[in-house]
Each structure stands twice: as structure tokens, then as C-alpha cells.
């Protein structure tokens, strides 16, 4: 081994030794990093390209790049042992990207972060109706305070232009949920790799009859932007999918909170964003009350 990568793999290893909910927490960080750099390539392309092909060309080329690492491994292990289950995550996630790309270009990253908060409060009521988990009055309650926060947030905007587009990012969150639920039951017998790349499959055939009604060849330049926000949308769906391979999915949503700071951060330098004060008193309502609900199942689990 080089010894230049010594130091790596040391890291590597005391990584692994690490508590998995620990584990958990880092891969969910490190795919909320990659998410919001994400977004923000992505709203700066929707506005130069449209929504339905922007999405198309999303997922593409995340499939792209995930390509050759199965190649490697040889294609006959791409095949999922579950192409259903795949399919129906595929179907849930562009229907959700459907509605996001639509909103996407008129809604400022702290105000889609702060509503995209609400997900985590959809999956644990996706988990009570459709996996008949345990509806604690700690996770009521967590949901209406998260319920509470989206009405900060979105309330102030509705009698503007952009109120539609906010209710619209607003039913963005049940979807999204309903992806990461069945996310977390492939991944007790799907590799990570093999959910990605179907996932890139799936929205990018789901969505090319919408993104070839609306297609306009992207010149060099855009293709380059897609290439880009593909590699760390794959890369962050991979770290996400680490995530719930390791810990709880309840667990994982803990920092989700953390991608308030970065996506104001991002929309202040890129678009010159400021992030009004019902925004970050919603986000803090929100991200509070999932911060509380997974504290509380930690210690249930104890």
C-alpha cells in the first residue's frame, strides 16, 4: 500500500469502529452537504433550462456516473433482487421531483430547505399507517410543532406570487417520503450502489416523456453543470442510502437541521438571497421538533 494512503485507511477503520448510529449520522451529513450544492446547481440550471428536462438530464447523468463503478463489478450485479420495488421508489421520486422542479426556480434555497423539513414528519406518519409502527405521543407531537413551523414558513408567501409555488414544494415533502420509506426496506437486501443506479434508471425513464415534450438541446456549458450535478447527486443519494443501511431512519434525520445554515449560506453567495426571518423562525420550529422526536427515540431504545 503507498504510504501516502496510509493515513487514509486509518481513518477508514476507526470510521467503521464507530457506534452505526454514529455511523448513521455521518453518512446523513455528508448527503445533506452534497444535497444542498446540489440544489444550488440545480436552481441556477432551471432557470436556464426547463424543469422537466432539467430533471431528465439530472438523473441521467447521475446514472452515467454510477455506471462504470458497476461495470467494474461486473452488470449482472446491477440487477436488483426486487426491479418492483425499485420501480415504485422510482414512481414516488419523480412524481416528487415533478412538483420541485416546478417550484424550484421561484423559491429561495432557505425556503425550500426550511419546507423540505417537514419530510422527516411525513415519514414517521408514513410508518404508522403503512408499516403499522408505533405512533408514540412523542412523535404527535413532534408533528404538530413540525406542522406549526411550515405554517411560519409558507404562511407570509401566500398572498404573494410565489404562494402557489410554495404549497406546491409543500406536497413535494409526503412523496419524497414514501421514496425514502421504501429506500429504507430495499436496503435490508439491495447494495447501495444498485439502489442508485436504479433510482437514476427509473426517474430518467419515468421523466423523459416529459422532458422530451419540452426538450431544447443544452449547449456545452449546461451539459457540463448536468455531468457535475450528477456525479454529487449520485454521491449524495449514496451517502443517504449508507445512512439508512447503518441506523435507524428515524435516527438519520437529527441534523437534517444543518441544511438550513448551508442552504442560506449558498443562496446569499449565489443569488444573493437573504433569508427572511419567518423562514429561519419556521426552520427552527421544525428542525427542533425533529431534533426532539429522534433524542426521545434514542433514549426509548435504551
Known sequence: MHPLLLPLCSVFQKFKNLNP???????????????????????YLSQRVDPFETLFLRYFFGMLVVLPFMWRTGLSQAWPKNVKGQFVRGGYHTLALTLWFVALPHIPLADMTA???TTPIFIMLGAW????????????VAAALGFVGVVVVVAPGLSGEGGMYNLIMLATSPLFAGSFLVTKALTKYERPTVIVLWQGLTVSLLSLPLALWHWQTPDLFQCAGFLLCGAIGSLG??????????????????????????????????FADVP???????????????????????????
Not at 27 to 32: E, F, Y
Not at 129 to 140: G, Q, S, T
Not at 277 to 301: C, D, Y
Open 276 to 302: 427572511t426571518s419567518t423562514t429561519i423562525m419556521g426552520g427552527v420550529i421544525i428542525s427542533a421538533s425533529t431534533v426532539w422526536v429522534a433524542r426521545r427515540e434514542s433514549r426509548n431504545r435504551a
Open 21 to 43: 448510529t454514529v455511523q448513521g449520522l455521518v453518512w446523513a451529513t455528508a448527503a445533506g452537504m452534497s444535497f444542498v450544492v446540489l440544489n444550488t446547481l440545480m436552481r
Open 237 to 270: 443519494h449514496y451517502f443517504l442510502t449508507r445512512s439508512y443501511s447503518v441506523a435507524d431512519i428515524s435516527a438519520t434525520q437529527s441534523l437534517k437541521f444543518l441544511e438550513l445554515v448551508w442552504a442560506s449560506l449558498m443562496g446569499w453567495l449565489v
Open 115 to 117: 419546507i423540505g423539513f
Open 129 to 140: 399507517i403503512f408499516l403499522n409502527e408505533a405512533m408514540r405521543w412523542e412523535r404527535w
